[in-house]
């Protein structure tokens, strides 16, 4: 079968062997969870309770009072400490609720489920979906009701399920689909059924060709197909797999929506499933603990709002040295400057190494080679330029809204300049420059 | 239950490429040594000093600059002075006095490079602009040739091959360089440009690595080709076959070595191409029509000078830029 692919990107060492055969481990939860109401791309979620409150597992404790952002359900049944600042992933600190675990893991007496999934309309799956809180477990957590509800305008007619995972070293993504690719594929049918598309197609790089074998074997009697795509980064980047499987260009500036298509991670899938089928809100994570900072890397099950420091003391400690932690994958993950930080909804990943020495920059030699391979079809050493110069009009014209910070660029930069950086920086002035001139 | 632990903050990505700047330098370098060891049994000593001076004059040169200001000396050993001491010294005919190589040197880092900022920011390849420097400062000097010390004939009036077809009418005569001594080096010219086959292994090296952009020396040699066949085939009593034209004088070493130079040459592919066709087309402008039997140092820079233009416009297509919301 021809692998199909995007143009450009970049191959990578994926060191995904450190823990693509081990089994996703459920680890036993904190005496304590911190749990923000601000997990997702949008508003944060408003609290529902307060300090002293006896709360059940499952039971809703924020609450999404806009489009644009997703409820916060507790992961541990217990009594409420405080609802209050505490450090946050994002690096400041956000609001989150901090309940002390009984252990009793008693789950809200209110949670059910449902007989025959496949019988509910799109609207009941969007409700229940929104209800459970459930964001893009990719990473970027989208608030996936927002994706189940296409402008009436824009047809909808095929779901790409995206079961890529192609930042290093992550494999959680990999061991949820060899461990439940059953509901992988009925949450799928559910995203279908909820966008009215005629079907459905599942993408995998070929690094993880079991799995691709596993959705081929299950998914009969769904209109499923399966698709096997090259190892390549940044083959899971939403606009380069849309282009990879079906040719088509979402245009810039736009959503997924415009080529109607829906693209949902293979994690937000399994979600979907659990929360219309048996009611299970979002509260708890498949992540990848990894690196060579961790003593016994692993896959594990965590429930949200656990420390790092607890995830991390579950796979033998940190080993001696270690000075860099992410949050996410090598290439697009967030670094932490303390181990205090909450598993959230988007942390598909813990790693942790030790960081060489800071390499030596030099100017750009205009090789060429951060063209030669983003996969947006952007000029990055012009952007940051641009940026460094101060002239947002001209990053602007350069495209610098087009860049999903994939990072291919500065990967592949001999000069060793920090592209991403000034681009980031970049995007934020101008976005903020439009806002001003708006208002 | 607070950890003391404090981690290093940075942003994305953490995963980097092993290349660097100093290493893509040295490979460049490194490529270069077959045709300097040939330029050395070539023409000996005569070729040995004009390495060594040019090399110490490139250095010193960098190194006044970067502490003039205030640079960090590190770059004096990123490679590129070297790369351009080399390529300098390749280009110089072998009887040069070694007073006028020390000039060059001078010229090409100072003027070629830290006039506009030093590395990364020079329009012009820095070594051509040394070249030219010399060619018209000192223009007798730089078109007295000496033989390869295997050929035994006067030096006063032995003559490249390139000048043999445009002055003495070679085609017609007979008298001109047969392919096998234009590619094994046997020939008059400047040290390092003659042997095209030390060139060719050590541009097979660069190709190999992907240092550089093959759609260059493509461009190049395919435009030239194209160019030059045309009038052979026309004149083939008075005309030199495409193939003398790729072999003769600068070129292989200007196509592989010179244009493909990173700084100086476009960033987008379809810059690129543009970039080499013109080259190529310039350079058999001017030896077919023009009053010098060699154009490949002047195309060169004058293609150079339309880079930043062609970085602005050759722009590559923005994934979505077609389609419509």
């Given at each position: 079968m021809?692998?199909?692919?995007?143009?450009?990107?970049?191959?990578?060492?994926?060191?995904?062997?450190l823990?693509?055969?081990?089994?996703?481990?459920?680890?036993?939860?904190p005496?304590?969870?911190?749990?923000?109401?601000?997990?997702?791309f949008?508003?944060?979620?408003?609290a529902?309770?307060k300090?002293g409150?006896?709360?059940?597992?499952g039971q809703?404790?924020?609450?999404?009072?806009?489009?644009?952002?997703?409820s916060?359900?507790?992961s541990?049944?217990?009594?409420?400490?405080?609802v209050d600042?505490?450090h946050?992933p994002l690096g400041?600190p956000?609001l989150a609720v901090?309940?002390a675990n009984?252990?009793?893991?008693?789950l809200f007496p209110?949670?059910?489920g449902?007989?025959d999934p496949?019988s509910?309309g799109?609207?009941?799956?969007?409700?229940?979906?929104?209800?459970a809180g459930?964001v893009g477990?990719?990473?970027a957590?989208?608030p996936?009701?927002?994706?189940?509800?296409?402008?009436k305008?824009?047809p909808?007619?095929t779901?790409?399920?995206n079961?890529c995972?192609?930042?290093?070293v992550l494999t959680a993504?990999?061991?949820?689909?060899?461990?439940?690719p059953?509901?992988?594929?009925?949450?799928a049918?559910?995203v279908r059924?909820a966008?009215?598309?005629?079907?459905?197609?599942?993408?995998v790089?070929?690094?993880?060709?079991?799995?691709?074998?596993l959705f081929?074997?299950?998914?009969?009697?769904f209109p499923?197909?399966?698709?096997?795509?090259?190892?390549?980064?940044?083959?899971?980047?939403?606009?380069?797999l849309?282009?990879?499987l079906?040719k088509r260009?979402?245009?810039?500036?736009g959503?997924?929506?415009d080529?109607?298509v829906?693209v949902?991670?293979v994690?937000?899938?399994k979600?979907?499933?659990d929360?219309?089928?048996?009611?299970?809100?979002?509260?708890?994570?498949?992540?990848t603990?990894?690196?060579?900072?961790?003593?016994?890397?692993k896959?594990l099950?965590?429930?949200?709002?656990?420390?790092?420091?607890?995830a991390?003391d579950?796979?033998g400690?940190m080993v001696?040295?270690?000075?860099?932690l992410v949050?996410?994958?090598?290439?697009?993950g967030?670094?932490?400057?303390?181990a205090?930080?909450?598993i959230?909804?988007?942390?598909s990943?813990?790693?942790?190494w030790?960081?060489?020495?800071?390499?030596?920059e030099?100017?750009?030699?205009?090789?060429?080679?951060?063209v030669?391979?983003?996969?947006?079809?952007l000029?990055?050493?012009?952007?940051m330029k641009s940026?460094?110069?101060?002239?947002l009009?001209s990053?602007?014209?350069w495209?610098?809204?087009?860049?999903?910070?994939?990072g291919?660029?500065?990967?592949?930069?001999?000069?060793?300049i920090?592209l991403?950086?000034w681009?980031?920086l970049?995007k934020n002035q101008v976005?903020?420059?439009?806002?001003k001139?708006?208002? | 239950?607070?950890?003391?632990n404090r981690?290093?903050?940075?942003?994305?990505?953490h995963f980097s490429?092993?290349d660097s700047?100093?290493?893509?330098?040295?490979t460049?370098?490194?490529?270069?040594?077959?045709a300097?060891?040939?330029?050395l049994?070539?023409?000996?000593f005569q070729?040995?000093?004009?390495?060594?001076?040019?090399l110490?004059?490139?250095?010193a040169?960098e190194?006044?600059?970067?502490?003039v200001?205030?640079?960090?000396?590190?770059?004096?050993?990123?490679?590129?002075?070297?790369i351009?001491?080399?390529?300098?010294?390749?280009?110089?005919?072998?009887?040069?006095?070694?007073?006028?190589?020390a000039?060059?040197a001078v010229?090409s880092i100072?003027?070629?490079?830290?006039?506009?900022?030093g590395?990364?920011?020079?329009?012009f390849?820095?070594?051509?602009?040394?070249?030219?420097?010399?060619?018209?400062?000192?223009?007798?000097?730089?078109?007295?040739?000496?033989?390869?010390?295997?050929?035994?004939?006067?030096l006063?009036t032995?003559a490249?091959?390139?000048?043999?077809?445009?002055?003495e009418?070679?085609?017609?005569?007979?008298?001109?360089?047969?392919?096998?001594?234009?590619?094994?080096g046997?020939?008059?010219?400047?040290i390092g440009?003659?042997?095209v086959?030390?060139?060719?292994v050590?541009?097979?090296?660069?190709?190999?690595?992907r240092?550089?952009d093959w759609?260059?020396?493509?461009?190049?040699?395919?435009?030239l080709a194209?160019f030059?066949?045309i009038f052979?085939?026309?004149?083939?009593?008075?005309?030199?076959?495409?193939?003398?034209?790729?072999l003769?004088?600068?070129?292989?070493?200007?196509a592989?070595?010179?244009?493909?130079d990173?700084?100086?040459s476009?960033i987008s592919?379809?810059?690129s191409?543009?970039f080499?066709?013109?080259?190529?087309?310039?350079?058999?402008?001017i030896?077919l029509?023009g009053g010098?039997p060699?154009?490949?140092?002047?195309?060169?820079?004058?293609?150079?000078s339309?880079?930043?233009?062609?970085?602005?416009?050759a722009?590559?297509?923005?994934?979505g830029?077609?389609?419509?919301?």
């Open positions: 021809k692998k199909k692919t995007f143009p450009r990107g970049i191959y990578p060492t994926e060191y995904k062997t823990t693509s055969d081990k089994a996703i481990e459920t680890i036993t939860p005496e304590k969870v911190f749990i923000p109401l601000h997990q997702h949008g508003s944060p979620a408003e529902l309770v300090k409150d006896e709360i059940y597992m809703k404790i924020g609450e999404a009072k806009s489009l644009f952002s997703a916060v359900h507790s541990v049944s217990g009594k409420v400490l405080a600042g505490y946050h400041k956000i901090t309940v009984d252990g009793e893991d008693r209110e949670i059910q449902h007989e496949f509910l799109p609207n009941e799956i969007r409700d229940k979906v929104k209800d459930i477990l990719g990473g957590a989208f996936a009701a927002v994706k189940l509800t296409p402008p305008d824009k909808i007619d779901i790409i399920i079961g995972e192609c930042e290093p993504d990999y061991r949820l689909m060899l461990e439940y059953e509901e992988i594929i009925k949450g049918e559910l059924i966008t009215g598309a005629a079907k459905v197609i599942i993408g790089e070929d690094n993880k060709k079991d799995a691709f074998a081929q074997a299950k998914s009969n009697g499923i197909e399966t698709s096997i795509l090259k190892t390549k980064y940044p083959q899971g980047a939403e606009k380069n849309i282009s990879a079906l260009e979402v245009p810039r500036g959503l997924p929506f080529v109607g829906v949902q991670n994690g937000t899938a979600a979907i499933w929360a219309v089928a048996q009611g299970i809100p979002l509260f708890a994570r498949i992540l603990v990894s690196g060579s900072g961790i003593t016994k890397p896959n099950m965590a429930r949200i709002g656990t420390p790092f420091q607890h991390i579950s796979c400690g001696e040295g270690t000075n860099i949050m996410g994958g090598p290439m697009m967030l670094t932490q400057w303390t205090d930080v909450p959230i909804k988007g942390t990943g813990i790693l942790a030790k960081e060489p020495k800071l390499a030596i030099f100017n750009c030699i205009r090789c060429g080679r951060c030669e391979h983003c996969p947006m079809g000029v990055p050493t012009q952007l940026v460094k110069h101060e002239q009009e990053a602007e014209s495209g610098v809204l087009d860049c999903v910070e994939c291919c660029c500065q990967y592949s930069c001999p000069a060793k920090p991403v950086h681009i980031r970049g976005i903020s420059l439009k806002r001139k708006s208002s | 239950m607070m950890t003391d981690y290093l903050l940075k942003s994305s990505p490429d092993k700047v100093p290493k893509i330098m040295y460049v370098v490194l490529s270069l040594m077959p300097v060891l040939a330029s049994y070539f023409f000996r070729a040995l000093f004009l390495y060594l001076f040019s110490a004059a490139c250095l040169t190194a006044i600059f970067l502490k200001r205030k640079k960090s000396m590190h770059s004096l050993w990123d490679g590129s002075a070297i351009t001491a080399l390529l300098l010294a390749m280009t110089l005919p072998p009887s040069l006095s070694l007073e006028l190589v000039i060059g010229a100072a003027l070629g490079k830290h006039v506009f900022g590395l990364g920011n020079n329009i390849n820095p070594a051509l602009v040394g070249r030219a420097f010399l060619q018209i400062a000192f223009p007798v000097a730089m078109t007295t040739w000496a033989p390869p010390v295997k050929i035994p004939v006067d006063a032995y490249t091959p390139l000048a043999k077809l445009k002055f009418d070679a085609v017609a005569q007979g008298s001109l360089a047969s392919l096998k001594d234009l590619f094994w046997n020939v008059g010219g400047c440009e003659t042997s086959v030390a060139l060719l050590g541009a097979a090296f660069l190709l190999y690595k240092t550089i759609r260059i020396p493509a461009g190049i040699l395919g435009t194209l030059t066949g052979w085939q026309a004149g083939p009593d008075k005309n030199a076959s495409p193939l003398f034209h790729i003769a004088g600068g070129l292989i070493i200007g592989f070595f010179m244009a493909t990173m700084v100086t476009p592919p379809l810059g191409w543009i080499a066709i013109g080259t190529g087309l310039l350079i058999g402008l030896r029509f010098f060699e154009g490949v140092m002047f195309s060169i820079l004058f293609m150079n339309f880079v930043p233009l062609l970085n602005q416009y722009r590559p297509r923005i994934l830029e077609r389609s419509k919301k």
